[in-house]
């Protein structure tokens, strides 16, 4: 199963909408072990088509080295369909060489939804796996949380001493 | 001394989970059949039969991308770091279709290359 905060799976699907009707493509890394993509990357199709897209080489060290120095590995790579359904297809699958990634597919050829896939790609072997959307509100695995300059939803009153 | 050779997952069957190996060769080529003497079949997956660099995998000396500075035939020198990264490419496309365009741009990117060391002259 792939868990990805609602925010980026937002960021993606404009993407690809802003790219439409060529293909968008991208990553979401995430610390190495933690199966969790935090910071999306939104890549160039140097392939500019509505019907292939392929990282530019230089822009794609720079982006791996980036998550080599951080100590992430690429969680999510993704890409749209712009004029077929969300399903990997024999190309997706004769390229996919990233073994540990969840390859998310957005499907931009209705004009008013998405539809969102994600599957695992492995030795040429598809398996689809469910999406789970996580509000960043209602996280499960969040302990703790920050408010930052906003005015307070609610007010600790006890800290007033009197 | 040797060339550091960066290896990504997908091609770690190949060298018993190492990320990073090393390898030595005046050129990309020497390299790869150098690395292969202890790595058996890495280089075919790099290699096509013909004798040219895969098209969907990405090979770099340092900072640079090989099909710029020759391929399987740029130079390398002693403390250069080699990165290998497989092409992140796909979509709607048919296969025979992303074929022909692959080789569509092998050849723009020889030419690009023989131009470019014919400038350099």
Excluded at chain 1, 77 to 89: D, F, K, L, V
Excluded at chain 2, 36 to 42: F, I, K, P
Aim: net charge negative; with cysteine.
């Amino acid at each position: 199963m792939l868990s990805i905060d609602r925010s980026i799976v937002d960021a993606i699907v404009a993407h690809a909408r802003r790219d439409h009707p060529d293909e968008a493509c991208g990553v979401v890394a995430g610390p190495v072990g933690s199966d969790t993509p935090t910071r999306h990357i939104p890549m160039d199709n140097a392939a500019r088509s509505m019907t292939f897209y392929e990282f530019d080489s230089m822009e794609h060290l720079r982006v791996w080295r980036e998550m080599d120095d951080r100590d992430e590995e690429p969680v999510v790579i993704y890409h749209s369909h712009t004029a077929t359904e969300a399903y990997p297809s024999r190309t997706d699958v004769a390229f996919a060489g990233e073994p540990g990634a969840h390859y998310l597919l957005v499907s931009t050829r209705e004009p008013d939804t998405e539809e969102i896939r994600s599957f695992r790609i492995v030795d040429g072997v598809v398996t689809e796996e469910p999406v789970r959307i996580v509000d960043a509100g209602v996280d499960p695995h969040a302990v703790q949380s920050y408010m930052f300059g906003q005015s307070p939803a609610t007010v600790d009153y006890e800290c007033s001493g009197s | 001394m040797a060339i550091e050779v960066r290896i990504p997952t997908i091609l770690r069957s190949y060298t018993g989970g190492a990320k990073v190996v090393e390898g030595t060769g005046d050129t990309l080529g020497d390299l790869l059949t150098d690395l292969d003497t202890r790595h058996a079949g890495l280089k075919a997956r790099l290699v096509t039969d013909a004798g040219a660099l895969h098209r969907f995998v990405n090979v770099y000396v340092n900072d640079e991308d090989v099909r710029f500075l020759g391929a399987l035939d740029a130079k390398l020198n002693d403390g250069d770091s080699v990165t290998v990264l497989p092409a992140v490419a796909g979509g709607a496309f048919g296969f025979a279709a992303a074929a022909a365009i692959s080789q569509h741009r092998a050849a723009t990117a020889a030419v690009a290359a023989r131009r470019a060391a014919v400038a350099a002259r």
